[in-house]
């Protein structure tokens, strides 16, 4: 495997969050009181450098914002352009899993190539879409949109690991869906992961306490370890929902977007 040229940026952008019971986010009792609040947030993340950018996940528009009762911040696209990044300007999206959360918004990015895990599409659009406790996470018109970039030629299904560039790598995980994958990313702070939700929060992976919206609880238990034997220590793995991440990483000084620059 060569060697990165050079590290790359990482910035966090939260475009959404909606308030949740603490139980309500792990498998398993937790300590102290279930209804205490414990927010969560929703964010897409930027990699740059090296003469390339490849957004993770395209997050959900407002429109969908309010049919599911999210509170929402601004447009991913838009807070992309106040970093100075247009969407005609990507040219790779890594789609971590296809939940109405990470795969919307496809659309905006017309000349990016998009990355996903070959079972992440079989899953959802096979048998277990006929159990309304896994098909309810996904949006419909989403995985349409995501189809017909597929016949057109714009998408490359990868299976298991791969590598994007040099220090820049995708890797199947698997758990809370079947194909989901996280991103592996070499920056000046070492080996960083983007967990996605193979770990919504901090205290899932710290606990070995699943989010409970789980398609494989082996392989969730299974990416943990994988998660961890990434990233250069627990303090360059990046949860995918947990308001830490806001309180953890500086937020860039950019009127009306919230970005954090995770390294």
């Known amino acids: 495997m060569a060697a990165p040229t050079a590290p790359f940026d990482v910035f966090a952008i939260k475009y959404a969050s909606v308030d949740r019971p603490r139980q309500s986010n792990f498998l398993e009792p937790v300590d102290g009181d279930p209804d205490a609040p414990m927010p969560l947030d929703f964010f897409v993340w930027l990699v740059r450098g090296g003469g390339r950018m490849l957004l993770v996940d395209t997050g959900f528009s407002q429109v969908s914002a309010i049919a599911r009762q999210r509170a929402f911040i601004k447009e991913p696209w838009d807070s992309l352009l106040a970093l100075g990044v247009a969407s005609a300007e990507i040219a790779d999206v890594a789609i971590t899993h296809l939940h109405y959360d990470h795969a919307g918004n496809v ?23 006929c159990d309304p406790k896994q098909n309810h996470f996904f949006a419909l018109d989403d995985i349409g949109v995501l189809l017909k970039r597929l016949y057109a030629g714009e998408v490359r299904l990868i299976d298991g690991r791969h590598e994007l560039a040099p220090g820049l790598e995708l890797h199947r995980v698997g758990g809370h869906t079947d194909g989901l994958q996280i991103v592996r990313v070499m920056t000046s702070r070492g080996w960083v992961v983007l967990a996605s939700d193979a770990a919504h929060y901090y205290e899932n992976l710290q606990r070995r306490n699943p989010f409970p919206a789980i398609y494989s609880q082996q392989d969730m238990m299974d ?41």
Request: charged share 20%.
């Open 223 to 263: 990416g943990y370890a994988l998660i961890q034997s990434l990233a250069d220590g627990d303090d360059n793995i990046v949860p995918g929902h947990d308001p830490q991440v806001c309180e953890k990483y500086p937020l860039l000084d950019i009127p009306g977007a919230f970005i954090y620059q995770i390294a």
């Open 107 to 129: 659309h905006q990015f017309p000349q990016a190539r998009i990355w996903l895990q070959e079972r992440e599409i079989a899953y959802a659009t096979g048998k277990c879409m």
